[in-house]
């Protein structure tokens, strides 16, 4: 299935003429503050209307099915301001890690993506983002400065609401299954940096979602979660049939294309990449909460 048409977005491709280069933080951690934050986007939205409805358009698809936007046709800086704009009309850019130079905009490029042993590349199964924070992100924003010269790693793409029904029609799962995942808690394993160790939660809460089959396994080899057998073999069923999905959409993101997800309403991943060292792909990535996400501070969790 192809990019939903619902969820393409073509903002004017002048916005970013409107954003001064006074407006650009003197370091990345800026975009977490909040009184910057405030006056960045208060600025942007008093000089342009544009900006509000985009702000208020981009909310709004992200709290409807299919919970995802792609922007196309806007031109972006290579000091990724207007990038960092777009991030903030959505919410608080989050990034909890201690180590303050780690980076709110982060680079992503095949030839570093995050890989185990007996697992492959992570980001090639679907899941949903911050698994190993104790309370994942809202929203991820990824901007495609360059796309993979072979078309490889195309985005895929899966809604909450087709991800249950796809595991209510799957043979051997059902609507038992869906009802196992929000009842039964999980183990997560947590980033060393936020605290480590495990926390357990259900994979559907609500209307979310928190689903990484890699976390779970991580949880059970390396905190020794106990996790008995026919659960762990549950969830690797789940994960069979979600990543064999018809339901998922597949798209290819083009140069400047920015693609805006609901963290917890929806699953992500690509395709592989044959030569990841030789592809030019690259996105710039960022994780937002939502303004009324009620979280303690724009630190994420």
């Not at 806007?74 to 608080?92: R, S």
């Not at 209510?168 to 009842?183: I, K, S």
């Not at 991580?218 to 979660?225: K, Q, Y």
Request: net charge negative; hydrophobic share 40%; aromatic share 6%.
């Amino acid at each position: 299935m192809t990019v939903d048409t619902r969820a393409v977005l073509r903002p004017r491709s002048d916005l970013g003429a409107l954003i001064e280069p006074d407006w650009r933080p003197a370091s990345e951690r800026m975009l977490l503050d909040a009184e910057f934050r405030t006056a960045l986007v208060s600025s942007v939205l008093a000089r342009s209307e544009a900006f509000t409805e985009l702000g208020g358009e981009l909310v709004r698809r992200l709290r409807r099915y299919p919970y995802y936007a792609v922007l196309r046709g806007m031109h972006f800086d290579p000091d990724n301001i207007l990038f960092g704009v777009v991030a903030c009309l959505v919410g608080k850019p989050v990034q909890p890690y201690p180590d303050p130079t780690f980076a709110v905009l982060r680079e992503l490029r095949p030839s570093a993506a995050s890989t185990s042993a007996g697992w492959g590349v992570l980001t090639e199964f679907l899941h949903s983002d911050s698994t190993n924070w104790p309370a994942p992100n809202d929203v991820t924003v990824m901007l495609c400065r360059k796309p993979d010269q072979a078309s490889e790693g195309t985005s895929l793409v899966l809604p909450l609401d087709d991800a249950i029904e796809e595991l209510n029609t799957t043979r051997g799962l059902g609507t038992a299954a869906v009802e196992r995942l929000r009842t039964q808690p999980l183990p997560w394993a947590i980033d060393p940096d936020l605290g480590g160790g495990t926390t357990w939660a259900p994979a559907l809460a609500g209307n979310d979602i928190r689903w990484q089959l890699y976390r779970i396994a991580e949880a059970r080899d390396r905190d020794g979660a106990l996790l008995d057998d026919d659960t762990f073999d549950f969830a690797g069923t789940v994960d069979a049939a979600l990543a064999n999905s018809r339901r998922t959409h597949e798209f290819m993101l083009g140069e400047d294309d920015v693609l805006v997800i609901n963290n917890k309403r929806l699953l992500h991943g690509r395709r592989g990449i044959a030569d990841p060292v030789g592809s030019r792909r690259v996105l710039v990535h960022c994780k937002v909460d939502f303004d009324d996400s009620g979280r303690a501070n724009g630190h994420g969790a």
